[in-house]
T-cell receptor, first 112, second 115 residues
Framework: KAGVTQTPRYLIKTRGQQVTLSCSPI?????VSWYQQTPGQGLQFLFE???????NKGNFPGRFSGRQFSNSRSEMNVSTLELGDSALYLC???????????FGPGTRLTVL | AQSVSQHNHHVILSEAASLELGCNYS??????LFWYVQYPGQHLQLLLK??????LVKGIKGFEAEFIKSKFSFNLRKPSVQWSDTAEYFC?????????????FGPGTRLSVLP
């Protein structure tokens, strides 16, 4: 069974730009969660989607948004990038409500 | 809001030493508990998980963890570490329910095993 895939793996943007990251879940997984990982803040929960609906949201500004498509693939968008948005963005998927999450390799975003 | 704390930021051990990494969480309701590991250059992988039943759970690579409800703890143990166990270890709590996943991760403990 293929794992969680994230594209692109690396991204360099400048302040003020916007970015879209993509996550393809393991086949059959309908829950997709997004996390930001930084050395200072660790792993922080951004939001979770299930069946195209956002079910939970962490404490991030509205510049961070996401969506999920009918095939469970998810995208995350960050608008008006700031230097502090430089991080590893991880996607994790699971089959149901409280099942184990399986992580993708992440997208390394660098904002210059 | 729930939170997860991990006792040590960085642990250094020699090969064959025993390991115990502490994890405490704050949440009054039913939780699912996890330990994830991130080897250098690799993505997060599940080590073990506790949903219900026997509070002593065994995971991959000889790791085990004990859930002590009265102490809100879920400590990770391994009787004899190897150099290949060098990694960062994250404790996580999921208090999700029908309203969605709600994973909270601890800050992580970096384990360095000296050959």
């Amino acid at each position: 069974k293929a794992g969680v895939t994230q594209t692109p793996r690396y991204l360099i943007k400048t302040r003020g730009q916007q970015v879209t990251l993509s996550c393809s879940p393991i086949s059959g997984h309908r829950s997709v969660s997004w996390y930001q990982q930084t050395p200072g803040q660790g792993l922080q929960f951004l939001f979770e989607y299930f069946s195209e609906t956002q079910r939970n949201k962490g404490n991030f500004p509205g510049r961070f948004s996401g969506r999920q498509f009918s095939n469970s693939r998810s995208e995350m968008n960050v608008s008006t990038l700031e230097l502090g948005d430089s991080a590893l963005y991880l996607c994790a998927t699971s089959a149901g409500f409280t099942d184990t999450q399986y992580f993708g390799p992440g997208t390394r975003l660098t904002v210059l | 809001a729930q939170s997860v704390s991990q006792h040590n930021h960085h642990v250094i051990l020699s090969e064959a030493a025993s390991l115990e990494l502490g994890c405490n969480y704050s949440y009054g309701g039913t939780v699912n508990l996890f330990w994830y590991v991130q080897y250098p250059g690799q993505h997060l992988q599940l080590l073990l998980k506790y949903f219900s039943g026997d509070p002593l759970v065994k995971g991959i690579k000889g790791f085990e963890a004990e859930f002590i409800k009265s102490k809100f703890s879920f400590n990770l143990r391994k009787p004899s570490v190897q150099w290949s166990d060098t990694a960062e270890y994250f404790c996580a709590v999921n208090a999700g329910d029908n309203y969605g996943q709600n994973f909270v991760f601890g800050p992580g403990t970096r384990l360095s095993v000296l050959p």
